[in-house]
């Protein structure tokens, strides 16, 4: 079981952007698909990005064309860069494998003026 650790959360204005770290423990990383999900408050947590081992990505509608994950196998690091960001992004971000593990902490986004 690979360990994770998510970071780069914050509080961004409406429109700003984010851009959140998931570090791997391990170099077995490069063997899973990733996928970064939210929870926001009084929601259940989904799904918003998904990142196979061969680098295809896939999103939720609410953050296609603003949302972009990637991955540095090298790093053994997963990234979601968040562009245009609405009140609605708010939610607790985790990264985890694709299907799910062990969730980690999780990393807080507020969007809010």
């Known amino acids: 079981q690979v360990q994770l650790m998510e970071s780069g959360g914050g509080l961004v204005q409406p429109g700003g952007s984010l851009r959140l770290s998931c570090a791997a423990s391990s170099s077995d990383f490069r063997f899973y698909a990733m996928g970064w999900y939210r929870q926001g408050p009084g929601k259940q947590r989904e799904l918003v990005a998904t990142?196979?081992?061969?680098?295809?990505?896939n999103y939720v509608d609410s953050v296609k064309g603003r949302f972009t994950i990637s991955r540095d196998n090298a790093k053994n690091t997963v990234y979601l860069q968040m562009n245009s960001l609405k009140p609605e992004d708010t939610a607790v971000y985790y990264c985890?494998?694709?299907?799910?593990?062990?969730w980690g902490q999780g990393t807080q986004v507020t969007v809010s003026s």
């Open positions: 990142i196979t081992i061969t680098g295809s990505t």
């Open positions: 985890n494998t694709h299907p799910a593990g062990v």
